[in-house]
């Protein structure tokens, strides 16, 4: 009875689906998380301040919102940006309020993308982007990366063919799913190059304030002179991502488009977490919340590192990344990483996500992302222990 | 230098929007509002729950949430609509929590509708359903409607010839922008002409708790024995806007695809509001809270009536709505909603809503929207003598 649109077809349930439904089982370790730890929720200081939004501003955050976002937030969050890390000051520029960067990601489609257009991604990217692209009849484009991320003259050699090409997404910092970061001198050919050929970078960072080590790399947006760079920035990795908060910095043409897109999907975000946002930031110092986030992950990073050069230095190689919440695992040649995946599930309740969920033509690659920002120092030990034996075991079987 | 989508190419800012810019403004009379009066949220009861929520369960409320809605939520809106309703217990069907009603008909129109696919509309219809439909490539097709709303033997009519319908859309209750109901007769026949044709029936329905007079008249969906009605419910206007919670009952095959489609725009609804709404319907009485909403509106329509019999009765007539919140003025054939609407905007400082606005083909007819819920008694006294001014006057000027 039922026939759905065509739009949806491609769109297939990943092997990362069957990853995430253990996860929080008993019993069983999960590397398989994108979330940030639990442990770095500011839960007190919410309880804290949220009586007195519903007393003071009641009557605005239970209203409807205001499409654009909150004003206080927006002021706040730009001025953060402009003072800190040196954009978002171009007269054309302004700072727009979405439910989280995922709904960025997917009106930048809707405004964008005609059936059949093109997205120029990494070879290996965040599967959440490429679905939302793919639901607008996007073609994606991988671009081959190396350990420095997108490769510049890669990307031209894309470009050069693919005419009906729209926009290249990139996370320049701590990439998901490799951990990666494009140097400075890197970032800018690529942006060169998309001014050149006319296209838009989608420059996705939700975990850039999130580095354990090594120099800080100023955003790519920091480049732009006339509209080529929307950056999407987030909270949900640095307060919560419960508060559905991400935020555009973009040339006001764009973001007039994602708006009238945003009208039709949720009419505004959230208005309480909007202001619980603003009071939050108004009140503490997010960097110190931020570095407090950092020795966290820190640590466990580096845990995470030392097990894996114990357990797996013979068998595989994998990504030392300077931040954000992953690490990618390159299997030798020919390795099934679904195989693998499925592998250390079934025989060792680990839980992995497996390269192919990230790939932009959906292949079965040699690879698998482990994420180290949820699981305990402990449970790294034992599930970077499993890992090793795991592996052993797999790449004997085959 | 940036080439949009062609889907919003056809979607423009309507009068309706110049309406919306001064509500709230000093010195103007607003009758354009679409919203519940703030006088009836709950902030002091969502002030004393919010603490508890952050303490207890700020590790689930501050995470990333289900898709699908919190739990306990879901749980406790599925009983209330089985117990009070009478709908929701099909085994086939489920409840699903969405960032607003708005929400759900978007995902719907994703889910269903294919470029240039037909969706069937009231010939006088809500606004921000039909722009989201048009966003998806629909064409909409507005059936005839008389004082009990759309004519089944028109929509028969339609069905016939548009070979390409989808969906039917309807707000049965309290109708936005009119004001009126579907007598259940008629809901029966239009169902059933629905399932011979084998189209869905989108029964949006925000408003139809708020009853002042006359007989309640159950659902569409609670006639629904094989999964052709997708309800939409939200809490919106019985609690809160702000908390953007909406919610379907609809089959599990429809409600999969819109999950699908969910996942790519936000991910989750905000869980946190999610949890607030759970507690607020455990421990208070909604239906007492309804009551109150009830006896306020009940006021202010009954005013609002009067003054309309009194300064433009001899001129134009208007619906009498038995809840929601709005009444529909028919004016004379041949007069310009979008003129008169643009001379109690600059003459008389009164925002109205042209009944363009909604119409499926965007006409420019003899009719305007007023809004009763969020005036005051004395602005609707002030503000209805204004509109007879106003009215008199423009109809001697043209």
């Not at 309880?47 to 009641?58: D, F, S, V």
């Amino acid at each position: 009875m039922l026939e759905f649109a065509s739009r949806l077809n491609g769109i297939k349930p990943s092997i990362a689906r069957e990853m995430y439904k253990v996860i929080g089982k008993p019993g069983y370790i999960s590397f398989a998380s994108g979330a940030p730890s639990a442990d770095t929720f500011p839960n007190r200081e919410m309880a804290e301040l949220a009586p007195a939004i519903y007393l003071e501003r009641g009557n605005r955050v239970n209203a409807y919102g205001i499409t654009e976002g909150d004003p206080e937030l927006r002021e706040m969050l730009r001025k953060r940006y402009i003072d800190h890390y040196h954009f978002g000051s171009r007269e054309a520029d302004e700072l727009q309020i979405f439910t989280g960067a995922q709904q960025i990601l997917d009106l930048t489609a809707k405004a964008l993308l005609n059936e059949g257009d093109v997205v120029v991604v990494d070879e290996h990217s965040y599967s959440g982007a490429m679905t939302a692209f793919r639901a607008y009849g996007a073609k994606l484009v991988g671009v081959p990366m190396d350990d420095s991320g997108m490769i510049p003259e890669e990307l031209e050699k894309v470009l050069k063919t693919e005419k009906k090409a729209k926009f290249i997404y990139l996370i320049p910092t701590f990439q998901n799913p490799m951990g990666i970061s494009i140097p400075m001198e890197r970032r800018k050919e690529i942006y060169d190059i998309a001014v050149a050929y006319d296209k838009i970078i989608f420059e996705d960072s939700p975990y850039f304030e999130l580095r354990y080590s090594g120099d800080y790399i100023p955003a790519i947006k920091t480049l732009d002179t006339d509209g080529h760079v929307l950056f999407a920035g987030s909270l949900s990795k640095i307060m919560a991502p419960g508060l559905r908060i991400g935020f555009a910095i973009a040339s006001r043409e764009l973001l007039a488009k994602l708006t009238l897109g945003k009208q039709q999907q949720d009419l505004s975000s959230n208005p309480f977490a909007q202001q619980m946002a603003f009071r939050y930031l108004s009140k503490y110092d997010l960097d110190e919340h931020i570095a407090q986030c950092c020795d966290l992950y820190r640590k466990k990073r580096d845990v995470m590192l030392e097990c894996l050069e114990k357990e797996i230095g013979s068998m595989a190689h994998f990504s030392h990344p300077e931040g954000g919440l992953f690490l990618w695992i390159y299997l030798p040649a020919g390795v099934s990483g679904n195989g693998l995946g499925t592998y250390l599930l079934e025989k060792k309740k680990l839980t992995t996500i497996p390269g192919s969920a990230y790939h932009a033509a959906g292949e079965d690659i040699p690879a698998l992302r482990l994420n180290f920002s949820v699981p305990s120092i402990e449970e790294i030990h034992i599930g970077v222990k499993l890992l090793g034996e795991g592996m052993r075991e797999y790449l004997d079987s085959v």
